[in-house]
């Protein structure tokens, strides 16, 4: 099992361009979520899915959109990139299953930088 | 959902014993008290969870008091590999239970182990 993972790793943009972080998890699991974490900073909930075809805000979910169209699959967007969505983000899956941790596993991140 | 509040940083050394008290003053009947762990570069990973009493695993100890408004996480023995931010979560399990799926983290607290 490859567990979380996200593509790509790094980006670059200039301000105004668009893109589209993807995450994918292998383990079934029913909530996805995406996070960003400011360097020195804790991580702070953007968009996060309780199911396929769902999505819900989280924290600052200003300045992004979200789509789960897949179980596995969970798209972060962004259709005009700031300097201020300068960041690290990672998203993470978990179950939801009585009797289990259901705690949340995370992916290596994507680091984006907005000139 | 609850607000977790928790030390900015700690200092220790090698060998010994790390205490990490979160408070939750708000804690819902339903919500279970989550840590994780995170490395620089890396997404958290779980260490252990609770509800109430002390919960104990192979990595750390977890200490709930009766009241559920605090929490501490204990380290045994600590190495220069612990050094890492320290997140404490609580939130619901499982949809059973009337779960929003929402997962809010704190600003945690960074560790240092000097030797």
């Known amino acids: 099992n490859a567990g979380v993972t996200q593509t790509p790793k790094f980006r670059v943009l200039k301000t105004g361009q668009s893109m589209t972080l993807l995450c994918a998890q292998d383990m079934n699991h029913e909530y996805m979520y995406w996070y960003r974490q400011d360097p020195g900073m804790g991580l702070r909930l953007i968009h996060y899915s309780v199911g396929e075809g769902t999505t819900a805000k989280g924290e600052v979910p200003d300045g992004y959109n979200v789509s789960r169209l897949k179980k596995q699959n969970f798209l972060l967007g962004l259709e005009s990139a700031a300097p201020s969505q300068t960041s690290v983000y990672f998203c993470?899956?978990?179950?939801?299953?009585?009797?289990?941790?259901?705690?949340?596993?995370f992916g290596p991140g994507t680091r984006l930088t907005v000139l | 959902l609850a607000k977790t509040t928790q030390p900015i940083s700690m200092d220790s050394y090698e060998g010994q014993e790390v205490n990490i008290t979160c408070s939750h003053n708000n804690i819902a009947t339903n919500d279970y008290i989550t840590w994780y762990q995170q490395f620089p570069s890396q997404g958290p990973r779980f260490i252990i969870q609770?509800?109430?009493t002390k919960v104990t695993n192979e990595v750390a100890s977890l200490f709930i008091p009766a009241d559920r408004k605090s929490s501490t996480l204990s380290l045994p023995r600590v190495s220069l590999s612990d050094t890492a931010v320290y997140y404490c979560l609580v939130g619901e399990k499982w949809k059973g239970s009337g779960n929003t799926g929402k997962l809010i983290f704190g600003q945690g607290t960074t560790l240092q182990v000097k030797p």
């Open positions: 609770g509800y109430k």
């Open positions: 993470a899956s978990r179950t939801d299953r009585r009797g289990m941790y259901n705690e949340q596993f």
